[in-house]
C-alpha cells in the first residue's frame, strides 16, 4: 500500500541503480509532500527513497515487511524507514545532497561502508557517492537529507564554515554527549504523522529548516572557538542590537539565523554574549518571543472554535503537546484557557 500526497504535484522520475540526477530537488515555498507506504518485498522498499538508484537484497529467512514515510519540504527531506529482515543495501544518494540518519533500534549486525555501527553512531552519506549498508534485523532508521548549498548557505549566515565533514565520503560520525539527531528527527516524524498539513504554514517550514540546519551543523562543532572572550561592553552591544532586532519584528518569528545576519556575528559569539548578559541562549529566547507572539494572537481570537495549533504552526512550533506544556510553563495557563477567556471578554 502505499499513499502520496504533493503540494503541488511533481512528475514522477525513473530509479537505475546506482545513477540519479544532480540535486537538489529544490521546492517553492508552498511545495510539499507526504509519502507513506508499507512493503512486502525488499525491491518494493528500495523503490521508496526516489533518485537514490537503491538496490535491496533480502539476506535473513522469512516474509518480508516494511514500511516507509517520507516528508519533503523546502529542498529537505524527513524519512523513516522500517524493515524486519537484514537487508544488504547499496546505492548513490543524489550528487549535491548530504544525509544524515540514526538507527533507533541498535542491534547487533549493522555495518555502513566497512564499519560496524555502534549505538554512538550516526550514517553520513555524501550526494553522488556509493555507499553499502548491511541492516540488523528489524530496524528502524530516520534520516535527513538536505542540500548542500543550502546547508553551506546557512553556515555562512550564522558565521561558521562548512563543516569539514560535509565536503568528504561516507562514513560514521560519533554522537557528542549532547547529540540528540535521532530524538528529535523521531519526534518531528510522529508529528508530521499525526498533523501533516501543518507544513502548510511557512513560518514553521522556516523554523524547522532553521533547526534541522542548526542541529546538523552542531554534529560537527567540537571545542571552543576562539573570540569566546568578548569585552563586556561588546557582549552588551550585540544583546541590545538582538533585542532591537526583536522589537522591530515582534509580529514574526524570528530565527537565530536573522539574528546573526543582522548583526554580522557568528551563531557562537552571539550565544556567548547572551548567555553572558541574559544568562540564557538565544534560541531559548527566541523560543519566549514565539510564545508571547502566539499568545498575543489567541488573545486577538474572537471565537471558541479558532483552531490553536494552526497558530502554534504559524509560530514555528510544530509539536501541539510540547507547544502547549511550553506555553503552560511560561504562561500559568493552557493555550485553551486563554482562548476561552480571550471570546469571554
Known amino acids: 500500500m502505499s499513499v502520496q500526497r504533493r503540494f503541488p504535484t511533481t512528475p514522477g ?4 541503480r546506482f545513477t540519479a540526477p544532480a540535486f537538489p530537488r529544490r521546492t517553492s515555498a508552498e511545495s510539499v509532500s507526504v509519502r507513506v507506504s508499507d512493503t512486502h518485498d525488499a525491491d518494493e522498499q528500495a523503490a521508496c ?3 537514490w538508484g537503491q538496490c535491496y537484497e533480502q539476506m535473513s529467512s522469512g516474509a518480508f515487511d516494511g514500511h516507509f514515510e517520507s516528508y519533503s519540504f523546502d529542498g529537505i527531506e524527513l524519512f523513516q524507514e522500517e524493515t524486519n529482515q ?4 547499496y546505492g548513490q544518494p543524489q550528487p549535491g545532497s548530504m544525509t544524515m540518519a540514526a538507527l533507533l533500534n541498535q542491534s547487533e549486525g549493522a555495518r555502513f561502508c566497512g564499519t560496524a555501527v555502534r549505538e554512538d553512531h550516526y550514517l553520513f552519506l555524501r550526494g553522488g557517492q556509493e555507499f553499502h549498508f548491511r541492516t ?3 530496524a528502524t532508521l530516520v534520516a535527513v537529507t538536505v542540500d548542500m548549498a543550502t546547508f553551506g548557505d546557512y553556515c555562512q549566515r550564522v558565521g561558521e564554515l562548512p563543516p569539514p565533514g560535509a565536503c568528504v565520503t561516507n562514513g560514521l560520525i560519533r554522537k557528542g554527549a549532547q547529540d540528540e539527531l535521532g ?3 523521531s519526534s518531528l516524524m510522529q508529528s508530521l504523522r499525526h498533523t501533516p498539513d501543518m507544513l502548510r504554514h511557512t513560518a514553521l517550514r522556516r523554523c524547522l529548516s532553521e533547526g534541522l540546519h542548526s542541529t546538523l551543523l552542531g554534529l560537527y562543532e567540537t571545542g571552543t572557538p576562539a573570540g569566546k572572550d568578548l569585552t563586556a561592553s561588546t557582549r552588551q552591544y550585540v544583546v541590545n542590537k538582538a533585542r532591537d532586532y526583536m522589537r522591530e519584528h515582534v ?7 536573522d539574528l546573526c545576519a543582522h548583526i554580522r556575528i557568528s551563531r557562537r559569539l552571539l550565544q556567548y554574549a547572551f548567555q553572558d548578559v541574559l544568562g540564557t541562549n ?3 529566547y527566541l523560543r519566549a518571543m514565539r510564545l508571547n507572539g502566539a499568545r498575543r494572537e489567541i488573545r486577538r481570537q474572537t471565537s471558541e472554535h479558532a483552531c490553536v495549533a494552526d497558530i502554534a504552526a504559524r509560530w514555528g512550533f510544530w509539536h501541539p503537546s510540547r507547544f502547549a506544556a511550553e506555553y503552560k510553563s511560561l504562561f500559568g495557563e493552557l493555550p485553551s484557557q486563554t482562548l476561552k477567556a480571550a471570546v469571554r471578554h
Open 13 to 16: 522520475r525513473s530509479m537505475n
Open 49 to 51: 527513497l526516489t533518485d
Open 86 to 89: 537484514v537487508v544488504q543495501q
Open 136 to 138: 540488523p534485523q528489524r
Open 183 to 185: 530524538g528529535v528527527l
Open 251 to 257: 509580529d514574526e518569528p524570528i530565527t537565530v539565523s
Open 282 to 284: 538565544p534560541a531559548r
